[in-house]
């Protein structure tokens, strides 16, 4: 990745343009929200989303959530019943998150999602991130601007500490509001579970859909007795190919569909030019493509385990694992 010089501007209108452009670009770019400051690029270019796991240096994909100015825009990506639509008209624009089913029109990058067929999407409130969107007027996946295993970024030098020389430009618009990352609520087949505590507790969910429109019989916080979330998103969330895998492959066995990596070819190339970005940027599409080709089995060259390779090789490993 190239090291650029990181630029710190104060949110106005002149900085929003700029940021936009980057985005444009194919770039990152930190931004305040209501709860945190989110590392921010177009959802819909693979490429720029794996740019995000390169700059913050994370061993693995987890899904992202795709922030958007108003349901309106959300209902392009996702599908709404009932109970989402009641609680996105309580809590939005703010901070909680809803996983939905993936609508497959959405035009969002598969890495986005980690290949599932669900997205987490949000509507922030905070003036930063929201005109942003709206120069972009691209839907933006934003985790938290940190680099991975530190903590959440509430204040401008605590992206600065974390990713200084990693990205273009940091928008400051002071600490934030919320100090936690937004509250995750899956919202799929009829049954609420909240993924993520945060800002908006479970009670206030509930109320939400308490309305008498709602069944709220299948509510669950996730917890166990002491109060512990038992299932958080990120440990539940990850597609998994149906085939078995078969990892460091310099050629393809009988019966095997082999995703080639540089020189090494196959079926299909994560990247003929040995780009490890680009191989982040393709990775679920190729294995769903595995997935569905004629051949029973799956085998994946080698990827080089430096920079995002890493966590192309974890994504792997455990695909390998579970097959
Ligand atoms: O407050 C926030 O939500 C911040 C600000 C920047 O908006 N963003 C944030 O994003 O915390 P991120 O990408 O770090 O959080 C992603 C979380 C992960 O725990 C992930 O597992 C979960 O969302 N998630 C995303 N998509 C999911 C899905 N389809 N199913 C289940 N969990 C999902
Ligand atoms: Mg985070």
Redesign the pocket.
Known sequence: MDAPNTRILPYNKYNIAEAAALIAAGKCVAVP?E????LAADATDGTAVAGIYAAKGRPSF????V?VLDIGAAKKLAAFDARAEALAAAFWPG?L?L?LPLKPSSGIASLV?AG?E???I?V?AHRAMRALLEACGKPLA???ANASGTISPTRVEHVAHSLDGRIPLILDDGPTRQGI??T?V?EVFGMTRI??H?PITGAQVLAALSDGKHKVDRFDTGEDAEGKIEA???LS?HYAPRKPLRIDAREAAEGEWMIGFGDIAGDDNLSPGGDLTEAAARLFDLLHKADASGKPDIAVAPIPEHGIGEAINDRLRRAAYRA
Do not use: C, K, M
């Not at 987890?62 to 959530?65: D, E, M, S, T, Y």
């Open positions: 929200t709860t945190v400051y989110g987890n899904p992202l959530i922030h901070p998150t996983v999602t599932l669900t997205i987490a949000r922030p934003a985790p938290s990352e937004s995750i899956r993924l993520r945060g958080p998103g990120q969330s």
